[in-house]
């Protein structure tokens, strides 16, 4: 096998991200061969070399899996966590392989959640030049109107910069009911910053109670899926989100190709006109 670089070899193994493999090279994890490697460019044959990544010797993958778990809010999106919580990883222990999640949800997020050892996948899924969407139920005190979920629509300027929602809307049918004083909003976004439906949604008034994820690229949660449980994707799913991580590398190498008809799909996995 031809040498790579170190945290591509890392993702791909399953250990981690490819960014927080960057941080354990820079903060002195990583050994090759028995010698100390912080450098980001070093590369290595996973065939051939020794890699050792915060003391645990480096395999690469027998095989493959992706899992989708149903987070429960409550629960770390982490491999450890420093205060002992409860995390993902602890879910998917009778899964066989070490998986790793992609991207994250918030401590008190629940919802659909993606786990693999496929470092390329992740790494395609995940870059925010992608533009994978991803959508979530939230739901909010007080009830949204189409003067603010069109502010939603045209943008808002954030702390850390203008946050646009591909999609927003209050639920009619298909969905919670809206009560009295809170409702349920379904909002669809291509990016992956942190607290980003929170902030979003308290920006034009209405914070959120609760949120969960329900689609992430053309994964639906399914509703027979009770949280904290987790199943494999099935082969058709594996097939369009292997056109989505395609379709999401080559717009990051500026060479953008069409989203995949399958996953235009609406919150109840129909195809949208």
């Known amino acids: 096998m031809a040498q790579e670089r170190l945290q591509k070899l890392i993702a791909q193994a399953g250990f981690a991200s490819r960014r927080k493999a960057e941080l354990l090279i820079t903060g002195g994890k990583v050994k090759v061969n028995g010698k100390l490697v912080t450098e980001l460019g070093s590369t290595a044959d996973i065939l051939k070399d020794k890699i050792e990544v915060d003391g645990q010797v480096l395999e690469k993958p027998k095989t493959w899996e992706y899992v989708l778990l149903y987070k429960p809010a409550g629960v770390v999106t982490s491999a450890k966590d420093e205060f002992d919580r409860q995390t993902v990883i602890d879910l998917v222990k009778d899964v066989g392989v070490r998986v790793f999640p992609v991207g994250r949800l918030d401590f008190d997020a629940e919802g659909l959640l993606l786990l693999t050892n496929d470092g ?44 646009v929602v591909q ?59 009770e949280p904290g449980k987790w199943r494999r994707l099935t082969a058709e799913e594996l097939r369009i989100l292997q056109q989505v991580a395609k379709r999401a590398k080559a717009l990051r190498n500026g060479d953008g190709e069409p989203m995949p008809k399958e996953v235009a799909l609406d919150r109840k996995g129909r195809p949208r006109r």
């Open 120 to 163: 390329n996948m992740a790494a395609a899924l995940t870059h925010p030049s992608g533009y994978v969407p991803k959508t979530y139920c939230a739901k909010v005190k007080g009830k949204p109107t189409e003067a603010e979920l069109n502010r939603l629509r045209e943008g808002i300027v954030l702390e850390d910069g203008l946050a």
């Open 167 to 225: 999609d927003v809307e209050i639920y009619q049918t298909g969905g919670p009911k809206s009560s009295e004083n809170n409702a349920w909003v379904e909002v669809t976004v291509t990016e992956g910053r942190n607290h980003l439906i929170k902030r979003l949604l308290e920006s034009v008034g209405h914070p959120v109670i609760r949120l969960r994820r329900v689609r992430f690229a053309n994964l639906v949660l399914d509703r027979s899926l």
